[in-house]
């Protein structure tokens, strides 16, 4: 087998791999959305506290070659939207419980906004306005996936030349 064809085998490979995972990875996101929405039946009309930006320290992580390895601290940015509503008298803050990156704004700061919470967990809840955003997540995963496929396809063709 010449090299162009096995460089193509392993790019057709890698490429099935990637779009399992990133399949994999959507299904996950969908199947999370579908139980927090079972879940949080409650109607509540909530307020928008604030968008805030988070880097979260996610703890030490290994990296490095496998007899050699080292450990650092690891940390994810993610940019959320934090309501705050009241249920039976008692006040919860937090974020949309299916915890998706914001990348559109829900409203501004004060603005009273419909929520879903868990009756028998209160602190859980969802926001209809953020479906907008995870419906934005799905598409940049997708959108991503197709870069690292042309990506592989340009680096073959011109490979072959």
Do not use: H
């Amino acid at each position: 087998m010449n090299e162009w064809l096995t460089n193509l085998l392993v790019a057709v490979i890698i490429f099935c791999v990637w779009v399992l995972v990133v399949l994999y990875y959507l299904s996950k996101m969908d199947r999370k959305n579908e139980e927090i929405k079972q879940a949080c039946t409650e109607r509540v009309i909530g307020r928008i506290d604030r968008m805030a930006s988070l880097l979260i320290n996610e703890g030490m992580k290994p990296y490095g070659q496998p007899f050699e390895m080292k450990y650092r601290n690891s940390f994810t940015y993610q940019r959320n939207m934090f309501y705050c509503y009241s249920y039976r008298g008692k006040e919860y803050w937090g974020m949309d419980g299916r915890q998706i990156t914001s990348f559109f704004s829900a409203g501004k700061n004060g603005t009273p906004i419909e929520l879903y919470c868990n009756p028998s967990r209160p602190s859980q809840f969802y926001c209809p306005a953020e479906d907008r955003n995870f419906t934005a997540a799905k598409i940049v995963t997708i959108s991503l996936a197709t870069v690292f496929a042309a990506v592989i396809l340009i680096a073959l063709l011109l490979g072959r030349k």
